[in-house]
């Protein structure tokens, strides 16, 4: 029988998150770090809504771009919240942000299109865009710098083939995010050699100390970038699967002809769901948001505390729900920390590795969790450390 694999999909590397997963579940006594979920349940108010829909038997089909009073809210959330105005027939809810950001790239990338992202970013990107026929390409991104794109290393980044930039900001892997400032700074080098931006702003509820900006509110670019966003992370929904994204008239156009044919629409349920989340909070600054928020933020407080202590200089995070200590000082790479602490100490991280090839020497330590498993946590991370002091 012949190979039916292509060679795209042999090239294609297993996620290096999920490994980790799988052994802390056959460990009864595990605590994971890991994983990039709330650990709050979604609200009541949000779940009785999608019990109300199933009981009144709403269980069809939505249209393709999803429920008009889930767009008409989201079209009013994005204005007062961020600042950016879509119109509802512009905005199409997708099956998480996740098929928002594959309907942006397949739309988009042609073979051998190059797309930049920063490095550490989320392990998804750059499969996406291999998948696409297109190039990857990595913007370094350090600590020094607050884990940001600068004007310099993208200009230094940028070639004849490239197309399109991703902005991951908040930043999953290390919670750097883009000022306003910031962000105008590298607006002048988009401009230069005419690049879309695909925005990933899925976590821009969770900032701390600042309010999240989007790069499609400053002049001019609104006509250049897709924006992509969802509810799974401020709203506690990751299970939903409810997302969307907005886009210029004509790759709007490009990626609901896609949706059509790959998803035909969202959930209706989760959609329903949606819909109770973004009503009625716009007075309160959605109440439930903001006690996870303040909650995160607790937390977040807690572990770059816990890591300094050690010895292990950590970058403190401003949005998201992750924490990227160095691990440089116990001289082990990533990897062989994040391996041994497992083993040794019964306690998962992901290798910054996973993220790029910039967050080698790190690690990625999730903060959804409750407080007592990260004390417990941080308990077993010193004691590790100490152990690889003491021996070394």
């Known amino acids: 029988m012949r190979d039916f694999l292509t060679q795209r999909a042999k090239a294609l590397k297993p996620s290096g998150i999920r490994k980790y997963f799988d052994i802390v579940e056959r460990m009864p006594d595990a605590i994971s770090l890991g994983v990039g979920e709330p650990d709050f349940v979604t609200p009541w108010d949000i779940r009785s809504a999608g019990i109300r ?3 009144k038997g709403y269980t069809s089909y939505t249209g393709n771009r999803g429920l ?11 204005s007062e919240r961020f600042c950016v ?10 099956v998480g942000a996740s098929e928002g950001i594959d309907l942006a790239l397949r739309t988009t990338c042609e073979a051998g299109d190059e797309v930049l992202m920063p490095d550490p970013a989320y392990v998804s990107y750059a499969p996406i865009v291999s998948l696409c026929g297109g190039v990857p390409v990595s913007v370094a991104c350090t600590a020094e710098n607050g884990f940001i794109i600068t004007p310099e290393a993208l200009e230094a980044a940028v070639t004849a083939r490239t197309k399109a930039i991703i902005l991951a900001y908040p930043n999953n892997p290390t919670g750097g995010i883009m000022t306003r400032e910031q962000l105008e700074k590298i607006v002048p080098v988009i401009e230069k050699y005419d690049l879309l931006v695909i925005s990933d702003e899925i976590y821009a509820e969770l900032t701390y100390g600042c309010a999240h900006c989007s790069v499609a509110s400053l002049a001019g670019m ?33 990626m609901l002809k896609v949706h059509q044919y790959t998803m035909l629409c969202a959930p209706r349920i989760a959609q329903h769901a949606a819909v109770a989340a973004l009503s009625g909070g716009f007075s309160d600054g959605f109440a439930s948001v903001v006690r996870m928020r303040d909650e995160y933020d607790r937390r ?22 992750y924490v990227f200590p160095g691990v440089a000082a116990t001289g082990l790479t990533g990897e062989e920390f994040a391996e041994r602490l497992l083993m040794e100490e019964q306690v998962a991280v ?22 007592d498993e990260l004390k417990e946590a941080a308990g077993r991370i010193a004691r590790f450390v100490e152990k690889l002091r003491k021996n070394a």
Not at 68 to 73: I, N, Q, S, T
Not at 304 to 315: E, P, R
């Open 53 to 55: 829909s199933l009981q």
């Open 68 to 78: 008009e009073e889930l767009r008409a809210l989201i079209s009013r959330y994005l």
């Open 85 to 94: 105005s879509y119109a509802p027939e512009n905005i199409i809810v997708t």
């Open 222 to 254: 609104k006509e250049r970038t897709v924006l992509l966003s969802g509810f799974s992370k401020a709203f506690a929904m990751t299970g939903w699967r409810i997302g969307y994204v907005c886009a210029p008239p004509a790759l709007d156009a490009a």
């Open 300 to 321: 977040r407080r807690f572990l770059v505390d816990a890591f300094n202590a050690l010895g292990l200089t950590c970058f403190e995070p401003r949005g998201a729900f």
């Open 350 to 371: 992901v290798p910054g590795s996973a993220f790029g090839s910039c967050g080698g020497g790190h690690v990625r330590c999730s903060y959804a969790t409750g407080m």
